[in-house]
C-alpha cells in the first residue's frame, strides 16, 4: 500500500458526459501527479501541482482540468469526454515534487467511456 | 525532446534465468533515471533509482547502472523468478522539469 488512495476505482460513462477522479496524496507529500496510462498512448504525464499551485503540465487536453485544495487532495475533471478518454488514470505523490525524489502511485481509476 | 526507448515485449524466460531489459534515453542536460514495476492489477511501485553517471541502483535483486556514455540505464537480474512476472516501466526525470517521461514498458513473463 503507498498511501496514495484514487477514487473511484472504476468509472464507467457515455461519450459527452464530465466525471471527476479524486486523490489523497501521501500524508506529508506537498506534489501531486496525475498519468494517463492508454493501450496506445502509454503512460503519460498530464499535470502535476505543489502545495496547490501548478508547477508543470504535460499532455493534458483542454477538456481535462485538475487543481489541488487546501487539504492537499487534488481533482482532475474530464469533461466532453470521448470513446479515446478510456484509459487508466494514476495519481502520484511525492514529498516536495523535485525531480530526483520518488513519486508514490495509487492504484489507479479506470475509466471506460461507451 | 527528452526521450526514453525500450525494448519490445513480452521477454518470456523460465524460472531462475537471467534477465536483462535494455533503456536507452535521450535528454537535455543530467536526468535521474528509474525502473517501475506494475504487478498486474496494480498500481506502479519504483523497483530502483540513479541520479548520476556510474550510479548503480539495486533493489530485491535487480540493479541497473546509469551509463553516460552509452545513455543507457538496463535492468538486470541474476535469477528470475515466477513473481517477477510484471510489467517493467524505465522513466526519466530532470530536475528543471518534475515530471517523469516513460518508456512503452516491458511485459515480463516467468515460466516455471
Known amino acids: 500500500d503507498s498511501g496514495v488512495t484514487q477514487t473511484p476505482k472504476h468509472l464507467i460513462t457515455a461519450t459527452g458526459q464530465r466525471v471527476t477522479l479524486r486523490c489523497s496524496p501521501r500524508?506529508?507529500?506537498?506534489?501531486v501527479y496525475w498519468y494517463q496510462q492508454s493501450l496506445d498512448q502509454g503512460l503519460q504525464f498530464l499535470i502535476q501541482?505543489?502545495?496547490?499551485?501548478?508547477?508543470a503540465k504535460g499532455n493534458i487536453l483542454e477538456r481535462f482540468s485538475a487543481q489541488q485544495f487546501p487539504d492537499l487532495h487534488s481533482e482532475l475533471n474530464l469533461s466532453s469526454l470521448e470513446l479515446g478518454d478510456s484509459a487508466l488514470y494514476f495519481c502520484?505523490?511525492?514529498?516536495?515534487?523535485?525531480?530526483?525524489?520518488?513519486?508514490?502511485f495509487g492504484p489507479g481509476t479506470r475509466l471506460t467511456v461507451l | 525532446g527528452n526521450s526514453v526507448t525500450q525494448m519490445e515485449g513480452p521477454v518470456t524466460l523460465s524460472e531462475e534465468a537471467f534477465l536483462t531489459i535494455n533503456c536507452t534515453y535521450t535528454?537535455?542536460?543530467?536526468?535521474?533515471l528509474f525502473w517501475y514495476v506494475q504487478y498486474p492489477g496494480e498500481g506502479l511501485q519504483l523497483l530502483l533509482k540513479?541520479?548520476?553517471a556510474d550510479d548503480k541502483g539495486s533493489n530485491k535483486g535487480f540493479e541497473a547502472t546509469y551509463r553516460k556514455e552509452t545513455t543507457s540505464f538496463h535492468l538486470e537480474k541474476g535469477s528470475v523468478q515466477v513473481s517477477d512476472s510484471a510489467v517493467y516501466f524505465c522513466?526519466?526525470?530532470?530536475?528543471?522539469?518534475?515530471?517523469?517521461?516513460w518508456g512503452a514498458g516491458t511485459k515480463l513473463i516467468i515460466k516455471p
Open positions: 502520484a505523490s511525492s514529498v516536495d515534487g523535485v525531480g530526483d525524489n520518488e513519486q508514490f
Open positions: 500524508s506529508g507529500d506537498l506534489s
Open positions: 501541482y505543489y502545495n496547490g499551485e501548478e508547477r
Open positions: 535528454a537535455t542536460g543530467y536526468p535521474s
Open positions: 540513479a541520479t548520476k
Open positions: 522513466a526519466l526525470s530532470m530536475d528543471s522539469n518534475y515530471q517523469l517521461i
